[in-house]
């Protein structure tokens, strides 16, 4: 099992802590009442904990844009209270389930102070056995609107206990397009600033194309060169006749050359 932070690193994935609303550790970490890592992730929207060896809320992170919290399948007995020190001011999902330490409906109460809370789920825990359970519990907590799947009249309604997720969802979905349009932006721009361009006899061309036709292109000697390979030397006296002979025969060697 992995550290809290090596677990918190793996969800991440690379994000930076504003860009992060959602935070998944099921049964990747254990945690041992240290809460201080959450305190960076400021944005978070959804922070599931199921099965991470939770007992003690005391110090729980101040997260205001919370909006749903799993903390099932945990060993939590009490000290729900912190949960309302920690500014949950828009939490509407508590998962509570098959923590085995809560038993009594005062160890609910603190949950009264939770404003916008909408939904509970407290299937497993031995509180459920408390005669009039259900009727108690929407007393408790009036806002409340429905308690393991169902509502104040007690009917059974097919919950959904992610929908509020939905838009969450929608919003980093948007948010992740807007990132990879960003790198896709970007690596055009790379694109660009690798692929210079370079005209060349009226054609295009890029910087590979221009080093294989500088390879390709055979190097033109100097006149002076030339007229001495061909024997000519500079401060040589010749008539005209020869002059022309070798002006054209310097022409065809500078044209064979060009082709």
């Known amino acids: ?82 949960l309302a020190q920690g500014s949950l001011v828009n939490l509407k999902m508590l998962d509570l389930a098959f923590n085995v330490g809560i038993k009594r409906l005062d160890q609910l109460e603190p949950l009264k102070k939770l ?57 980093e979905g948007e948010a992740e397009e807007s990132y990879d349009d960003e790198d896709e932006e970007d690596e055009a721009a790379d694109e660009v600033e690798g692929s210079e361009e370079v005209v060349i006899d009226g054609g295009v061309v890029d910087d590979d194309d221009e080093a294989e036709a500088d390879e390709e292109r055979p190097e033109v000697a100097s006149d002076d060169d030339q007229q001495v390979k061909i024997g000519i030397h500079p401060g040589d006296e010749k008539d005209d006749d020869e002059g022309d002979d070798v002006l054209e025969g310097h022409d065809t060697k500078k044209r064979k050359l060009n082709i």
């Open 1 to 82: 099992m992995k550290s809290l932070e090596e677990a918190i690193k793996q969800a991440v994935n690379n994000r930076s802590p504003d860009q992060v609303t959602r935070l998944e550790l099921d049964s990747l970490c254990r945690l041992n009442g240290d809460w201080k890592p959450f305190s960076l992730y400021q944005g978070l929207t959804v922070l599931s904990l199921s099965n991470t060896y939770v007992s003690n809320l005391a110090g729980f992170p101040t997260l205001p844009l919370l909006k749903i919290l799993i903390l099932s399948e945990n060993r939590i007995s009490g000290g729900l209270e912190h």
């Open 115 to 171: 404003p916008e809370l909408k939904k509970l789920c407290l299937d497993g825990c031995p509180v459920k056995d408390v005669p009039g359970f259900h009727e108690k519990v929407f007393e408790l907590l009036p806002g409340l609107e429905y308690l393991d799947q169902m509502d104040k009249q007690g009917k059974e309604c097919d919950v959904d206990y992610d929908d509020d997720d939905d838009e969450i969802a929608d919003d």
